[in-house]
């Protein structure tokens, strides 16, 4: 499991942003998104890299990755 601090997510729209940016890496990744915190926590086969790759072309930061 990865956990991304993910800067400049504000509404349920970015929720979703990420969370497809994700599964279009890997569609059988688990994601769970928590706004308040800005921490997504991803379960998935793909490496770290892909992951934060993917979050940050779909427009976001990731600050710090776990």
Do not use: F, P, W
């Not at 990865?2 to 890997?26: F, I, K, P, W």
């Not at 928590?34 to 940050?56: T, Y």
Request: hydrophobic letters at 45%; proline letters at 0%.
């Amino acid at each position: 499991m990865y956990e991304l601090q993910v800067e400049g997510m504000s509404c349920n729209h970015c929720v979703g942003a990420v969370t497809r940016s994700v599964l279009a890496v890997d569609a059988g990744a688990k994601v769970a998104v928590d706004l308040q915190s800005r921490m997504v926590r991803v379960e998935s086969k793909e490496n770290i890299d892909a992951i934060k790759k993917a979050v940050i072309d779909a427009g976001y930061e990731v600050s710090a990755a776990l």
